[in-house]
């Protein structure tokens, strides 16, 4: 089992940037998927980007893509989420989360494929 946890929330302005760390409290994270999704009131869970063990294939949301990189660094157990050219539509609770036993079959961008997940942290872009 892992736990996740989230940090580098906050306020920023719009076209402003963020980013977003999960760091994982175990050594088993380099056979972990990552990804992240974020959560609106009153909306789905919704992708935003995935990683692969190795971090070699990443994917994004359309809505994201271009202003939005995911990394991660097995040897430090961190997945971050680097936002530049924030919108107001980013706001959200972001949460990171791990795929245990997938394979490159596994959709990623499903929130069901992920095994453990973060409590997140609030991401606001607002002036």
């Known amino acids: 089992q892992v736990q996740l946890v989230e940090s580098g929330g906050g306020l920023v302005q719009p076209g402003g940037s963020l980013r977003l760390s999960c760091s994982a409290s175990?050594?088993?994270?380099?056979?972990?998927?990552m990804g992240w999704f974020r959560q609106a009131p009153g909306r789905e869970r919704d992708f935003v980007a995935a990683?692969?063990?190795?971090?070699?294939?990443?994917d994004y949301a359309d809505s994201v893509k271009g202003r939005i990189t995911i990394r991660r660094s097995n040897p430090e157990n961190i997945v971050s989420l680097q936002m530049n050219s924030l919108k107001p539509e980013d706001t959200a609770v972001y949460y990171c989360?791990?795929?245990?036993?997938?394979?490159?079959?596994?959709?990623?961008?499903?929130?069901?494929?992920?095994?453990?997940w973060g409590q997140g942290t609030r991401v606001t872009v607002s002036s």
């Open positions: 990683i692969t063990t190795s971090g070699r294939y990443t």
């Open positions: 989360a791990a795929l245990d036993g997938g394979s490159y079959y596994t959709s990623k961008r499903d929130h069901s494929s992920y095994t453990y």
């Open positions: 175990e050594g088993t994270f380099s056979t972990y998927a």
